[in-house]
Each structure stands twice: as C-alpha cells, then as structure tokens.
C-alpha cells in the first residue's frame, strides 16, 4: 500500500482511539513502523481488539475506506481514452484523437481561439464540411434525435456519423475513436443517415418547378452549352458494396459494368452540380435505362405530374424544359440524348452532341465530388438494408456543402461508360418520336446560330 493510503488509515485509527482507547495499539503500529514488532508481542493483540464490542464499526469502516481507495485509484475507461494519445500511424490525423473528449473540447473552447478559416479548414479535416454548415445540420436534426432518448448529445451523434460518412470508416473503427461500442456507433449512423434521407431531403433536394429557379437553371445551361431550356442532367453511378449481399442467389445481380458488387445511385443536376432528384433502387447490375423507367422521376414526367412552364418555340416545335443524359437513357421529348456515341451524325448533329454532352458534363463533376467529399460512398461498409438511405443521406450533405460554397475536394474520376442506346419500348414510342423531333430542330437551330457567327 502507497503513504497516502497508510496516512489515511492512521488518521482514521487515531479517530477512533479518541473514542475508545482500546484500538490505540493498532493506530500506534500503523503511524509507527518501529513499534509495530512491540504491538505483536503483545498481550492486546490486534485480533483480540478486533472483537472487542467497538471493533465492528472499526472494521466496518477500515474495509469501506479500503474498497473506496482502489475504486477511485483504478482508471476508468472514458478517462484512459480521454487521455489517450493521438494515433500517428499511417492514414490517420494527427490533429485529433477523435474522441468524444477531443470534440467537447473542440466544440467548446478551442474552436474560438482560431480563426474562422483555420477553423473550418480542422472542421472539414475532421468531419467533410465547415463549423457553420455542421451546425445547420445539428440543428436540423436534433428535434428529431431527441425524440429517439438517445443517450449521446446530438451534436456528437451528428460529429461521429459525420466522421465516418466522410473518412469511410468503419463501424469498429469509429468505436474504437470515440470509446462507444461497435453495435451503437452502427445504429446511431443507421438513425442519423435516414433522419437526413427522410427529414432533410424535401428541403435541399428540390425538381426546380417555380419560374424563377427554372429561369436562372436555363439560362445558366444556355451560357455553358448554346442550348436553350435545358434544366438538369440524369446519370447513374455504381456504389461499390463493401460486403456481398448474403443472398447469393441474388449476387449475380449486384455485380455492376465495371465489375463489382454495388448499388446502383441514379441523380439529376443542376449547373451548380446541386442534385434535384436522387434514386436509388437497383442492384448494381441494373442498367440506366432500366433503372430510370423504375424510378419515381419517369412516372412523374410520363404521367404529366411534372409539366415545366416554360415553353419556347424552336423552328415551329414547342420546346418545354428537359434533361440531358448520355445514350444509355431513352429519348424522350423531356430527356435528350445524344445522335451517335461516336461521331457518326451530320456536321449538325455532332455539333449538337458535343453541346450536350458538355451540359451532361456537370452531373458527372457533381457525382465526382459527392464521391470524394463523402469516401464512405467509394466503398459502402454499412449492411445492405442501410445502404439506400446512407447514399441519399451524403447526396443531402452533398448539396449542403454546395449551397453553402464549401470547398470542393478532387474529384472521383470513374471510368469511362461503354454502352449502347437501349430499345424503345411499346408505351415509349410516342415519346420517342416527340423527342426525336424536338432533338433534330434543336440540332438545326443550334447549327444555324453557330454558322452565322
């Protein structure tokens, strides 16, 4: 036992001998050392004063002291981890332990004494965007994280999703940093990723339907590609799975062009690169033809719920707004696609193809950055039932970042798409048709008006 301990037994004893002198001989052989080989020669022993009738209470409190003194001296677990060193192993930062401590810390104190770009700059290191935009999203969500009784503050809860959302983290590893258990770090991330699919998405992920949006998105289109109307540009993007599905019956279906396992991430943009429509769900082995004709965007433009009032007139053909794609879509008067993926067409139509595909060139930068920004996405460790609502949870942080400016990160470069135009269904001929015409005029005026210059 250590001098403090033998220093508080003593004064404990010398209490209760100015009680009852009895226990005197057993505070002298504690306080003194020298005469402890006296105290056992004699005739009082300690054990003869232990039973003495005011020996209980003494013993009582000896052995409670004792108990108490190695409880309070044995280091907790929260405070070794709170006191644990950063890591300096490869691949991780420096700057952060990334514990709960460390962000209390962060979020409380330290984070005022930088400056604001210094500041955001550790902010985005640590969790994919800046302190103010991760506060919006804290305050946003923590109604809705209150209701659940979780037991960790939200802004935490949001911090800790938030770091494995954009370093890709796993599960064991995110507990392991912020001294939580494997199975709640996956919950909370399943609870904070579907509050931000479900709650957020009808407020930061809109079709651009009012006149004024659809006025600035056209004209911007136009100014990049001497198109008119255009408003947006569809294309897919495998979500590489980090598991295999459990059913391999069904595995097959998941194996996607470039070879892996995924999901498949079907997203609309604006000249912003903010997405205005985000589906997924297909297996990765779909093609984007088929998944476009599943999702809740093609039954809302062939039904007429979606009728953009915006028409211009292009040599005699009434134009409405439309999107672009490559020509894996089908042609459709409100989705256009290329003539030829390989320069086959008239002067006219190639010159129209390579205006197209440079407006389609802003949802593959924008797939690019929700890809680099979000690294989760570059290899999907979460369970397959969770996988849809983790992919639209980082396209709505995604369009945060954008919407609040933040700074974009390099972009994923995915390889290059190789496929041919898909066959135009029964119901779609119409369709086809329509598009086919406002197509050919749109090529026309646009050689017209690039010739006269």
């Excluded at 505070?27 to 209980?56: I, N």
């Excluded at 059913?247 to 998941?254: C, I, P, T």
């Excluded at 440079?358 to 369970?383: F, M, T």
Aim: hydrophobic content about 40%.
């Amino acid at each position: 036992m250590d001098q403090p301990f033998l220093l508080m037994l003593s004064n404990l004893l010398h209490l209760q001998n100015s009680l009852d002198p009895t226990t005197s001989l057993l505070s002298d052989s504690l306080s003194s050392p020298t005469s402890a080989s006296a105290a056992s020669s004699s005739s009082s022993s300690p054990t003869s004063l232990l039973t003495s009738s005011s020996a209980a209470p003494l013993l009582f409190f000896t052995i409670a002291s004792v108990l108490s003194y190695i409880a309070s001296s044995r280091p907790s677990p929260a405070r070794s981890s709170a006191n644990r060193p950063p890591s300096s192993s490869a691949g991780k930062s420096s700057a952060s332990d990334y514990s709960v401590s460390a962000f209390r810390a962060l979020s409380t104190e330290h984070i005022w004494s930088l400056e604001a770009p210094l500041r955001d700059a550790q902010w985005r290191s640590m969790y994919g965007l800046s302190y103010p935009v991760f506060i919006t999203v804290v305050e946003k969500l923590k109604p809705h994280i209150a209701l659940s009784n979780l037991s960790l503050p939200s802004d935490y809860a949001v911090a800790m999703v938030l770091s494995r959302l954009s370093h890709g983290w796993s599960a064991k590893t995110v507990a392991a940093r912020y001294s939580l258990d494997p199975y709640l770090v996956s919950k909370i991330t399943n609870m904070v990723t579907r509050l931000l699919a479900t709650k957020l998405y009808p407020e930061f992920i809109k079709i651009p339907v009012s006149r004024r949006r659809l006025i600035e998105t056209t004209q911007a289109f136009e100014e990049l590609t001497s198109l008119p109307n255009m408003c947006g540009a569809i294309d897919g993007s495998p979500i590489k799975l980090h598991k295999l599905p459990r059913d391999q019956n069904l595995s097959g279906n998941y194996k996607c062009r470039y070879g892996y396992h995924s999901v498949q991430l079907q997203v609309v943009a604006d000249h912003k690169r903010i997405f205005w429509d985000v589906c997924v769900k297909a297996p990765g082995g779909t093609d984007d033809a088929a998944h476009f004709r599943d999702s809740l965007l093609y039954n809302r433009l062939t039904s007429g719920d979606i009728v953009w009032d915006k028409a211009i007139n292009v040599l005699g053909h009434p134009v409405r707004p439309y999107i672009v794609g490559d020509w894996c879509y089908p042609m459709m008067p409100f989705l256009l696609t290329p003539f030829s993926p390989n320069g086959m067409g008239t002067p006219a139509q190639n010159l129209f193809d390579g205006m197209l595909m440079k407006g389609r060139s802003v949802v593959v930068d924008a797939i690019g950055l929700l890809k680099g920004r979000w690294k989760i996405l570059q290899d999907l460790n979460v369970d397959l039932n969770h996988a849809p609502q983790t992919i639209v949870a980082c396209c709505v942080l995604h369009n945060l970042c954008q919407i609040a400016k933040e700074p974009e990160p390099e972009l994923w470069k995915e390889p290059d798409e190789n496929g041919g135009p898909p066959r135009v269904l029964d119901s779609e001929k119409s369709f086809y048709y329509f598009g086919e015409s406002l197509r050919q005029a749109l090529a026309e005026d646009l050689h017209q008006r690039l010739s006269s210059r």
